[in-house]
């Protein structure tokens, strides 16, 4: 629920989107999903040909009364039974065909609308992935969701259910009106009139039924929320003592969730009756008017009940109609999210196999005149001009918001610079990275997220996100390799462990590890790291870094540091300051030079001397130096 | 995504009800009567609405009957409009449309009142419920099933009560119809009487068939659902692996399924509706063909045939509520017992009725304190056994240990959010089983591993309806070092933090949850791991500051789990726990000096770094 209601201005929306009328939605919601409309003629005549059924029924209704059962052209007691009998077996083909017709013609809609809508479904999904705001906007990522799944489950319901009746009822309303018409010219009159008052009405309906909806759907999300309060906020809740507190809270969203749909619920049904007092007075009307006709000598009495009964066939629409109207609202909206969505340019654009490959082997990284900003934002990397050698080990300095982040993110083009290039290669062979295929450009840079993301399934299908062909040896090698095999021996399951929900199953620290392995299966030659910061158990700790030198090994690598000691043992460091490289150099340099890291590092090594009796703290960190190199 | 994971055991409990459907239909008509006992008044003006539905529905084919036979064949047959008979007919007509609105509109009125009073009802005592269950229950059953005992579930039960009435009206509309046809003409009846079960059996065939088809798509829909989540949240692995093709045909997969189970459902519903709404027109060709005999051997008039037939019409659709009924009520009965398994859980924890006497910080003493999740008896594990130690008043006591050793365990056992299998543990020398609960909540305050904001103001979510005012809740965000973001905050205290606090980072969000601890001036503080997504520097400042208070004497005494050292130095006494048992306790120089575990432990980052070094 939450996911809908933040959806607003979450898309940068062409404008004529947001202009465009229902219809001209409708029609490019259609044109989008060419699947839908895919032999709709043929759906259509057979859809009308089912309506016809309904409508055949009070024809012999007044042919059999006006024949045979008491007419007044034949006078009373005359019955023409034979000829009923006639009519009734005409009508029983008519009816056996044409509900045949209305049984392939729904066939027909449930099939072309679902395959066109999952069509969409994979579509708009795709999409997303291509977008570079997936990974920018973390919060907003609900809303994506809600595009493939709540959005397009509207517009099916719509289709299939309100839409069918729609275009069921209004055909049936057009054959009964045309019947009508056959029948008698101002008695027609007399019963679409009848009607009017109810049509003028119904946007108004409409517009209070959609608002009270809107209301009811926004106690739904405070009632979830605060009910949500007892469950999650379960240890605050009782240890701070409050119970009552919660309850209140609880009480009174229930309270207000109730009066929104009472009141919801009153509209509808009002709605709802009022086409029942107008089909009362069609009738009433019909009646009236209709024996003053027969009497005028135009209409037979067969007639008169034939309208009768086919008055009847307005007053399930009219019923209906207002709830169409709201589901159409909301299908049309839903209809409007998918399609901005799927206009909005993919930002990050993939040049495919007519793009220039990476030269195998070594490769490193240059910055030519980088700027970054978000559109309408500040400048968020300003001017970086820098080279990264192959195999050398970078570490990336800089508090929030210094722009470490966005350098990695334009190293791995999840983004693209506003001004320069960045490239990848050595010596003198440099490929601009918006040229590289993706699939070459993957499998050459990697990244390695903060939080070991792992996805629902086994270890060993998240190990296959490194390489889909890898085979059970080669996944326990790369165990082997990262010296992790004794971690991975203690799995009660192996490779068929499941990590539950966001690798759930496992501990902070193990699912960094299982991500550390998915990356070496990967075997990119460059690596980027984005340092985790969050305290985890120190064995797990412990394994996981010895792991990560392992993975770094022989590798040029660039990670975003969080902690100094990751410096110390860097070739080198960058210092990002506000969006500007201020400084470069090994950590024993910049530490001699006195700036913005000789000052990141002191307050660092003071704070790990408060610990008396460390044994190898910071400050001892300074012949760490170096590293591993190779 | 966690909505989606009840909802593989409810289509299961469907599918196991399927198998024995007549029980679970008695048992749902059970769950009927509970719930129209409750609403006992409502729902009867709901019935008595329904029914007046119901009849008007048949008095307008009567009331057809009347004009054809009284008022239009007698003015046909004479040429001229008889007496005052069309004014009756027209007023009737008329009259009957009124009675039969106000029947629909207080029908669903009712019903719906009937429906949303239930619902409200049930989620009061769920929740209620909740907050009344201890946290070992709350720990041992997943939250996502547990929101959804207090909303779907609950919706589920009851939501059979918006077409019983109706049903109920149909019941008297059918008995009425067939009464109407019997003083019409007896053969005409017969029609009726195949037609009318007839409608009622296609009905319930057809929920039966759709049902579980309807069920197996709503899950497949959740599997849709969760891979978009997933895939969306780990964009950067997806991403950064080049997996975007593999995704989006996971994705596509799952999309197809549902499509197809969709499919599946309209294909039912494409044979079902047309003979649906062919049944009642075959009825009324058969009054047509029987009634010409009827009427040619004199036996009945032409109007007893127009007023049968029309009856046909408007009673088809009516009759579909009870289908509506009979298909709900599986899901009621599943809905049902999901809640009745929380309601009748008889888990308990009893407070005592003591507090604390005097101020200032208290001596915690916990005495041989066994805990474990399972009875020992029962092959239980233990989580934490023979644990006994002292917290001196105005002290600060760090617990240190790996995953797994019971340190999270310790921090509910001293806060009295569970109780001991064996021990005890005490306040002042009070056992803490003793207190009342508003005087336990007074003197000892938990900040949790994982912090929880409520969808509230900053200052509600300090204070939590504790009467404090505003001058100290600056302080402790000032101690917490909040006051510089939370005055930045566009209406400082005032500003409401939306669902779950979403819009604050990490460390904000822990710092808030720490000044809420602070604020109630606790005697007794508790802090598990509370600190862990903050800057190491800024928790340096905030554990300074608490250090300060403690030292002189103001601030609570506190027993702390960490696992920065520098954080761990700050302690007057580290407890080394391993498999949850003390291992090693003393100062942090003197342990660290002392034991090898304890320096592995403590300096697994530094010792990794070392012998990346000699590489």
Known sequence: MSDTDALDGVLPVPEEIEREGSLAIIRRGLSLSPAITQGIWLTAVLSALGTVGSAVVPIVVQRAIDDGLGGSETGSGAVDVGRIGMYVGVTLVVLLLTGIAASLSKVRIFTASERGLAELRVRAFRHVHDLSMLTQNTQRRGSLVSRVTSDVDQISQFLQFTGLIMIVSVGQMIVATIVMAFLSWQLTIVVLASFVPLVLLLSTFAERMSRAYDRVRATVGELLAVVGEPVVGASVVRSYAIEERTQRRIDDAIDTNYRANVRAQTIVSVTFASATVVAGIANAAVLGVGLWLGLLGDLSLGTVIAFIFLVGLFVGPAQMATQVITDAQNAVASWRRVIELLETPADVVDPGPGGERLADGDLGARFRHVTFRYPDGPVVLDDVDVTIAPRQRVAVVGETGSGKTTFAKLLTRLMDPVEGAVLLGRDDEWTDVSRAPFDDLRRHVVMVPQEGFLFDATLRENLLYGRSDATDAELVAVFDDLALTDWFRALPHGLDARVGQRGEALSAGERQIVALVRSALADPDFLVLDEATSAVDPQTELRATRALERLLDGRTSVTIAHRLSTAENADRVLVFDAGRLVEDGSHRELVALGGTYARLHASWVAQQKLAPGAVGAGSAGGGAVGGSGS | ?615
């Open chain 2, 1 to 615: 995504m966690s909505d989606n994971k009840p909802s593989t055991p409810s289509t299961d409990n469907l599918a196991a009800g399927s198998a024995d459907p007549r029980g679970l239909t008695r048992r749902g008509f059970a769950v009927l009567g509970i719930g129209i006992g409750r609403e006992r008044f409502m729902f009867a003006l709901a019935v008595v609405f329904s029914l007046l539905f119901g009849l008007m529905t048949v008095a307008d084919a009567w009331v057809l009957g009347y004009a054809t036979d009284h008022v239009i064949r007698p003015s046909f047959d004479r040429g001229d409009i008889t007496d005052g008979t069309l004014w009756v007919a027209i007023g009737l007509f008329i009259a009957v449309a009124l009675l039969r609105t106000v029947g629909v509109v207080g029908r669903r009125l009712a019903g719906g009142i009937v429906f949303y009073r239930l619902v409200a009802a049930d989620r009061r005592r769920v929740t209620r419920k909740y907050l009344e269950l201890p946290l070992s229950w709350h720990q041992s059953h997943p939250t996502g099933q547990l929101l959804s005992n207090a909303n779907a579930d609950v919706e589920a039960i009851w939501s059979v009560f918006m077409p019983l009435p109706m049903a109920l009206g149909v019941l008297a509309m059918l008995v009425g119809a067939v009464a109407t046809m019997l003083v019409a003409d007896a053969v005409l009846t017969l029609v009726g009487l195949v037609v009318f079960p007839a409608l009622f059996a296609i009905n319930i065939v057809y929920q039966r068939w759709q049902g579980p088809r309807m069920a197996h798509a709503q899950s497949l829909r959740g599997d849709v659902s969760a891979i978009a989540h997933e895939s969306f949240d780990g964009a950067l692995v997806v991403k950064s692996l080049g997996r975007e093709d593999d995704e989006t045909r996971r994705f596509a997969a799952a999309a197809e399924r549902l499509r197809d189970a969709n499919i599946g459902v309209g294909r039912i519903r494409a044979v079902f509706d047309p003979v649906l709404e062919a049944l009642p027109n075959l009825g009324i060709l058969a009054v047509l063909l029987l009634g010409a005999l009827r009427v040619e051997s004199g036996a009945a008039e032409p109007g007893d045939v127009v007023q049968i037939a029309f009856l046909f019409t408007v009673v088809a659709m009516p009759v579909r509520a009870i289908g509506w009924v009979l298909g709900e009520l599986p899901r009621s009965v599943v809905g049902w017992d999901r809640v009745r398994t929380v309601l009748d859980d008889d888990a308990h924890m009893p407070y005592g009725t003591r507090a604390l006497a005097g101020e200032g910080p208290v001596a915690l003493r916990v005495d041989d304190l066994g805990f474990s999740h399972e009875p020992l008896a029962d092959g239980g594990v233990p989580v934490l056994s023979d644990l006994s130690f002292d917290v001196a008043p105005g002290s600060v006591t760090a617990v240190v240990g790996a995953t797994g050793s019971g340190k999270s365990t310790l921090t509910s056992l001293v806060t009295r959010l569970v109780d001991p299998v064996t021990g005890t543990v005490s306040l002042d020398g009070v056992d803490v089983r003793d207190l009342s609960h508003a005087g336990l909540a007074a003197s000892v305050a938990l900040v949790p591993q994982s912090t929880f904001l409520f969808d509230d103001s900053v200052r509600s979510n300090v204070t939590l309806g504790a009467e404090v005012d505003d001058d100290a809740v600056w302080d402790a965000l000032r101690v917490v070092q909040a006051e510089r973001f939370v005055s930045a905050l566009p209406h400082g205290l005032d500003t409401e933090l939306g669902e779950r606090g979403t819009s604050l980072s990490g460390g904000q969000r822990q710092r808030l949850a720490l000044a809420r601890a602070l604020v109630r001036r606790p005697r007794l503080l508790v802090m598990d791991d509370a600190t862990s997504a903050l800057d190491p520097d800024v928790e340096q400042r905030i554990l300074r500051a608490l250090a300060d208070q403690t030292a002189d004497g103001t601030g609570p005494s506190v027993l702390v789990v960490a696992y920065r050292k520098a954080t761990i130095a700050l302690a007057d006494t580290v407890l080394h726990l391993a498999d949850g048992r003390i291992v090693g306790r003393g100062p942090h120089d003197e342990l660290h000096a002392r034991s090898a575990a304890y320096r592995d432990l403590v300096d697994a980052y530094d010792q990794a770094r070392e012998e990346v070094d000699h590489e």
